[in-house]
């Protein structure tokens, strides 16, 4: 039991704090407080936009149910697109794809981006140079480009994207866990769980990886702020689910047609969305890198 | 200086396993995925097998994916990037005259980011935790959570349909385009080698929403760095010594201050261009703009794999050259780094 000892504030901090810390842990964290209420509130109206068509009659992909391009009204908050559905019914559920591949990507990414991080940090050697060498090029070249190509060879749809977005991150968590684990690496316990005799899969899993749990943390929310964006922009080229189904990005493509004859709420309101959605991970992340790092807060702000 | 050159080469040389990775990891994903890019090229139409195969042949695509692999490697290597599926012009080509428009899309609007970003940055800093300062990092938070694409369209809108004071899209007005002759390919520098005033106002003019979308986007980051380096740079023991001295704070802050919290800004600088060209796809299909990223997106869209390749290999040529000139340029500007 010596071992774990000295990993045991590094575990408790992140579990102790995201768990059962709404009383203690959060108190004065407004930013992750807000940025965990934007997420929470888009999560759920993407559920009740399942239901809201049985509940007032209008259907997000159903046409010919309303005015045609008529702006915003009592009847129609975010006004009525070409095809006459309404904008509104269409803004509430388009949040679907966006949340469903940011998720997917990001847990993607995260979990095999972590573990080749971890066996390169600790490992070492060449195999350590060869992985970060071949993570570093893929880091380096634009990953809204590299997002546009995978997706357009895997073809459009939603678990296309969610392999392209997703690969595409696998760098940012190798680099994050390789700088931690190749510091735990040379820590004095891990001399000692050596001396021991633990076995490498038990000192990388049991004593490297939960030291770069909390920097896994921070990196991920900042991440799923990027995807949303990413997504957006992979259905905004046409990338995205097939036409009637709602999809913010898809809809401001529809929308841009209509620009030019002033129809403005049809790229607008899903844009809004777009970057409330994208905000709120990026404050949760913001509220974490403090959580974690009570330093950087007077530092970086 | 010959520490500088030998880095400098030895950076080239380590850009090469960088492209190489990138290129293979583009080969593999396009010609081992399923997906005929002869009949794709072809548009689906149902084709005699033995034109298919003449096409095929002619492209290349009949032998072997090893085969094939190396004799685009070969290729690239020596500056052939091959020819479009599409148009059967050299890829190499048609990159490099669409270059400059991507170039002048980012200068200006790595300018605007360097005017806003950096700006913002020192007045927050300068100001840390005051209304001004909370106010400026939502700012810069918002402009990280901003889709490019959304904001140049909100732009066209506005600027462009509402009040009618700048063009929606493209680089050229239908007027100038017939009497305007370009030289170097940047309008900008074009008009101003043929003393064409006329001509300068329009293209200036096209320029601005273009760079103003890449630019705020872009921001964000920027100022975050901006502000942070120069809250570290205001804690240090000189600066106080300054401020002890009598100096006035805006002394301070402009010849103290403000060259060291320059130094960690140029790297961020390096990092931007790759999120910049990323950037560009968006901001150039937005604004029909004719630039290398247009070019791609139209390559993808017509499956058109020799150009897409060539696109991606250029692109990260691009890229490594920069971030070399801004590792280049930071021992420049910090005295203390030596190669």
Known sequence: MTETRETMPVRRSLLARAAGGVTSGLRGQTVLKVGLVIVIAFIAMTVVAQIWPSMNGFDPTKYRNAPRLEGPSITHWMGTDQLQRDVFTRVIAGGFASLVVAFSAVALSMMAGSVIGWISGYAGGWLDRCLSLFMDAIYSFPSMILAIVLVAMFGSGLSPMIWAVGFVYIPTYFRVTRAESLQVRETTYIEAVKAIGASRTRIVLRHVAPNTVNAIMAVSSFNLADAILTVAALSFLGFGLPPPAPDWGFDIQNGQKYLQSGSWWLITFPGLMIIALSLGFGLIGEGISDLVNPKRRRKLG | ?339
């Open chain 2, 1 to 339: 200086m010959s520490g500088l050159l030998r880095y400098a080469l030895q950076r080239l040389v380590l850009t090469v396993p960088m492209v190489l990775i990138l290129l293979t990891v583009i080969f593999l994903i396009l010609r081992v995925l399923p997906g005929d890019p002869v009949s794709a090229m072809l548009g689906g139409r149902p084709v005699p097998p033995e034109v298919l195969q003449s096409y095929r042949v002619k492209m290349g695509v009949d032998k072997p994916i090893p085969a094939q692999y190396v004799t685009y490697i070969g290729g690239v290597f020596r500056g052939d990037f091959g020819s479009s599926m599409r148009t059967s012009t050299p890829v190499l080509r048609e990159l490099f005259s669409r270059f400059p428009a991507t170039i002048e899309l980012a200068i200006f609007g790595l300018l605007v980011a360097g005017i806003l970003g950096f700006s913002t940055g020192i007045i927050a800093a300068t100001r840390a935790d005051r209304p001004i300062d909370h106010g400026i990092r939502i700012f810069h938070i918002a402009s990280f959570a901003m889709p490019l694409f959304w904001l140049g369209l909100m732009f066209q809108v506005f600027f462009a349909v509402k009040l009618g004071w700048l063009p929606v899209a493209s680089r050229l007005g239908g007027n100038v385009a017939f009497t305007f002759q370009p030289v170097t390919g940047f309008y900008v520098l074009d008009a101003i080698i043929r003393w064409d005033g006329k001509s300068l106002v329009d293209i200036v003019l096209h320029l601005i929403l273009p760079a103003l979308t890449l630019g705020v986007a872009m921001t964000g980051l920027l100022g975050r760095m901006s502000r942070a380096s120069m809250l570290e740079v205001l804690g240090q023991d000189y600066v106080t010594t300054a401020r002890a001295k009598g100096l006035r704070e805006r002394i301070v802050v402009m010849r103290h201050a403000l060259r060291n919290a320059l130094i960690p800004i140029i790297t961020v600088f390096g990092l931007e261009f790759a999120v910049l060209m990323g950037g560009a796809v968006l901001t150039e299909t937005v604004f029909s703009w004719p630039g290398i990223a247009s070019y791609l997106m139209r390559s993808i869209n017509a499956r058109d794999y020799t150009a897409i390749q060539g696109s991606v290999v250029f692109i990260a040529l691009f890229i490594s050259v920069i971030n070399l000139i801004v590792d280049l340029l930071y021992s420049v500007v910090d005295p203390r780094v030596r190669y």
